[in-house]
T-cell receptor, first 115, second 114 residues
Framework: GENVEQHPSTLSVQEGDSAVIKCTYS??????FPWYKQELGKRPQLIID?????GEKKDQRIAVTLNKTAKHFSLHITETQPEDSAVYFC??????????????FGTGTLLAVQP | DVKVTQSSRYLVKRTGEKVFLECVQD?????MFWYRQDPGLGLRLIYFSYDVKMKEKGDIPEGYSVSREKKERFSLILESASTNQTSMYLCASSFRGRGTGELFFGEGSRLTVL
């Protein structure tokens, strides 16, 4: 089955700096890679996702890159702000025609943005 | 707004008790999932369901069962609770075959087994 590894487990940056979180996956059939953000005491929420036919996707200050050959994908946050402080989870699954098979999550990264 | 509601935010049970965690969604989602969240271990899939009366095991199904009698409701059952089942349990739902595949999570049920 799919296995997703996520690094680092904790990340501390100064406000305004960039943050990068990396994940690797094991199942070459996986084709859907979302990122979820979980603020303290709240539910995880989708912030960005990418499908395997795309190498990069950007949404304002966040971007995700995918290297299918190496089976890894990364989340990039630029110009970090205190409200970016949260736990970030990567995930992988095989999805066909919009349906989503089971999502397998990484172990999470606690991002702390220091003012 | 999609709403995924978990019946209990906090529960305290004793070892050996039977525990029911209920989850209801109001968006006509076909898929429903139960995850367990533990520090350093991320979100681990316990069971999921693609349709009414249908269930499939996730990565850690041992000690758990599920029930999906109606499309909007997905229940997680701990037949005989044990201390190692103390955890945060998250329910989620999504469309199948349409939409983006985004998972919508409930607020979680924190279970303590004494």
């Amino acid at each position: 089955g799919e296995n997703v590894e996520q690094h680092p487990s904790t990340l501390s940056v100064q406000e305004g700096d960039s943050a990068v979180i990396k994940c690797t996956y094991s199942d070459s059939a996986s084709n859907y890679f979302p990122w979820y953000k979980q603020e303290l005491g709240k539910r995880p929420q989708l912030i960005i996702d990418i499908r395997s036919n795309v190498g990069e996707k950007k949404d304002q200050r966040i971007a995700v890159t995918l290297n299918k050959t190496a089976k890894h994908f990364s989340l990039h946050i630029t110009e970090t702000q205190p409200e970016d402080s949260a736990v970030y989870f990567c995930a992988a699954s095989w999805a066909y025609g919009g349906a989503t098979n089971k999502l397998i999550f990484g172990t999470g990264t606690l991002l702390a943005v220091q003012p | 707004d999609v709403k995924v509601t978990q019946s209990s935010r906090y529960l305290v049970k004793r070892t050996g008790e039977k525990v029911f965690l209920e989850c209801v969604q109001d968006m006509d989602h076909e898929n429903m999932f139960w995850y367990r969240q533990d520090p350093g271990l991320g979100l681990r899939l316990i069971y999921f369901s693609y349709d009414v009366k249908m269930k499939e095991k996730g990565d850690i199904p041992e000690g758990y069962s599920v029930s999906r009698e109606k499309k909007e409701r997905f229940s997680l059952i701990l037949e005989s609770a044990s201390t190692n089942q103390t955890s945060m349990y998250l329910c989620a739902s999504s469309f199948r075959g349409r939409g983006t595949g985004e998972l919508f999570f409930g607020e979680g049920s924190r279970l303590t087994v004494l």
